[in-house]
């Protein structure tokens, strides 16, 4: 009988090999690995951790505590002006009972934003210092785990990930942003149940001055224009305007800094002006109603040029068909353009269709062109706003100074008609000049009384 042992021992591995012979039998060689075997179950351990660390920190909860401090921090100024307008109302002993009240709304606005804000910095810096903790425990995990990577695979690993994300940034770069996905009326999250908020909700940067306006974001933003918004506000005597403001983000906006212009037209009120408040951004494109004409204007913003197309005749203009309520009209509301997951649409009324609302796709093209058409039984006069979603035409009316309704719905679809939605909208300001839902983060953005407000859109999966 023989035996020996063998050690081989190398940078990667350490091996030892026993063999044993009897004589006139078969040799039997056994095989032992001299290095310690790898911990799975720390690795499984690291990798869930990591997995709840992602799902608990989201964007959204990051940019939380900087909306409610903008929403704080405007709150504060209008505090301050209405405080003033109080003080110039005195009068001896008698103080405006109005504007006592409006304080007294304000205070209580401040202190239900200051107890939101102070939970959620709370909430934040429990998460924070949890995930901190979690994140150091991983960090030495990770380090215990290395020094089985005797080929040094995970540096290798490191690198190769770091060179395809910037390969991949490069590719982003160098690509337009992609198509949207083929229009389908029929969206997979389902019809709008319920509207929530405001989420945000600040003056604009020209004050109290202007009351007609309009604002939102791109739903097919052209490459490096994703996070920016627009504004639009009728400077000329609440009817006209020749310009729209854009501004990096959210943030901007709602403060009121680095706004960049593109000018439409040399003045107020000329050829391209833009009439009437409701206007929307498209691909890169403004959509509004052309000046003192019953036609849909398209202004390039980036190469400064505007082409048109007419609505069919009759179709009224200079508050021949706006939109109202008892109290009165909201001025040169004629023609109301939405977006939606499909693109582009007009709302308007002829004197053909008794002033009922008529619905037209618009065409993204230059110029544009007016494709399906739909008409509705909706009087008009009878509703404040329209706004599409997933293809849908809702309408909302006007039920007292806190509360507006969306009450009314066209699916496009099926042409079914609804008067009985009742989902209510909780108004800041009395009145709402222009309304308008966004697809891409699905929200809808109002322009009230000079002020630009954000609500949520809620949606079910409840269609069959």
């Known amino acids: 009988m023989k035996s020996s042992l063998l050690s081989v ?146 540096s290798k690993q490191r690198e190769n990930k770091r060179l395809t994300k910037d390969l991949t940034k490069c590719q982003h770069d160098l690509q337009a942003t992609p198509e949207p996905p083929t229009p389908q009326t029929r969206c997979p999250q389902g019809p709008l149940v319920n509207v929530t908020g405001p989420r945000t909700y600040s003056l604009t940067q020209y004050g109290t001055s202007y009351y007609y306006g309009a604002w939102g974001r791109d739903p097919k933003p052209v490459p490096g224009k994703e996070d920016m918004y627009w504004l639009v506000a009728l400077t000329s005597s609440d009817i006209y305007a020749n310009y729209v403001r854009h501004y990096s983000s959210l943030s901007t906006i709602l403060v009121g800094v680095g706004p960049v212009d593109s000018t439409i037209a040399s003045s107020n009120p000329t050829t391209n002006t833009i009439m009437g408040p409701n206007v929307v951004q498209y691909g890169g494109a403004l959509y509004y109603g052309c000046y003192n004409t019953p036609s849909v ?129 909780k108004k800041m300001r009395k009145n709402i000049q222009s309304l308008n839902y966004n697809p891409r983060d699905r929200m809808l953005y109002a322009y009230s009384d000079s002020y630009i407000i954000l609500y949520d859109a809620v949606v079910c999966s409840c269609r069959n």
Request: with cysteine; hydrophobic share 35%.
């Open 9 to 154: 021992g190398t940078a990667a591995f350490s091996l030892a090999f026993f063999s044993q012979c009897v004589s006139g039998k078969d040799c039997v060689c056994k095989l032992n690995n001299l290095q310690r075997p790898f911990p799975m179950e720390r690795l499984d351990s690291i990798r869930t951790g990591a997995f709840q660390c992602n799902k608990s920190i989201t964007s959204t909860q990051l940019m939380e505590v900087d909306i409610l401090m903008l929403g704080v921090q405007r709150r504060l100024e209008q505090l301050e002006e209405s405080v003033s307008a109080l003080e110039n109302e005195d009068d001896g002993d008698l103080y405006g009972a109005v504007s006592l009240h409006i304080i007294e709304l304000e205070l209580a606005e401040i202190s239900v934003l200051m107890a939101k804000l102070n939970n959620t910095i709370s909430s934040h810096k429990q998460l924070s210092e949890s995930t901190a903790t979690k994140l150091q425990n991983m960090t030495e995990g990770m380090q215990e785990l290395e020094a089985f990577d005797l080929l040094h695979v995970a």
């Open 297 to 425: 204007c398209r202004f390039n913003i980036s190469e400064r040029s505007v082409t048109n197309t007419p609505l069919p005749k009759n179709t009224g203009i200079n508050n021949k068909f706006p939109f109202g309520h008892l109290d009165g009209t909201y001025s040169y509301t004629d023609l109301d353009f939405s977006t939606d997951e499909s693109g582009v649409w007009v709302v308007y009324a002829t004197v053909e269709n008794f002033g009922n609302v008529i619905l037209s796709e618009i065409i993204e093209s230059s110029p544009p062109s007016l494709g399906r058409t739909w008409r509705t039984s909706l009087h008009k006069r009878t509703a404040t706003n329209t706004f599409m979603a997933c293809g849908v035409l809702y309408a909302t009316r006007f039920l007292d100074n806190e509360t507006e309704e969306i009450f009314y719905s066209f699916d496009t679809e099926t042409s079914e008609e609804r008067y009985d939605l009742a989902i209510h909208i």
